[in-house]
């Protein structure tokens, strides 16, 4: 499939691989762009992100932005000003994203690049 068009989608379908069982794992969750073929996503919340942990384990992951899947390959953001800044490009994109966060006050924040072709 093609991801043509994807900077102008609000939200993309995550898919990991479950740490345990190997399945697959989809989620939809909110981006922000990183560079031309790559997207930042993060989480802030009390419950642990499942799939940050998943693609901690397999960083094969597949992204569909509405027109098909297509193959990517995630990074964890380890650095917590990296982590931040990500944060904050969320909030700029996203004006309920600060709620969100509000909400997960107390929470370790988590973060990932994910890359495609």
Do not use: C
Not at 9 to 22: A, E, I, M, W
Not at 48 to 75: E, I, K, T
């Amino acid at each position: 499939m093609s991801a043509d068009g994807w900077e102008r989608k609000r939200t993309v379908r995550l898919t990991t691989r479950g740490r345990k069982s190997g399945q697959p794992r989809t989620v939809t969750i909110w981006f922000v762009p990183a560079g031309p073929r790559g997207i930042f996503v993060q989480h802030v919340s009390r419950q642990p992100a499942q799939w940050y942990s998943n693609l901690r384990r397999d960083p094969s992951v597949q992204l569909d932005f509405g027109s098909g899947a297509v193959d990517a390959r995630a990074r964890p953001i380890e650095e917590p000003d990296r982590v931040s800044d990500v944060l904050q490009m969320v909030r700029r994109k996203y004006w309920s994203a600060w709620l969100v966060q509000i909400l997960g006050v107390g929470a370790t924040p988590v973060a990932a690049e994910i890359a495609f072709d």
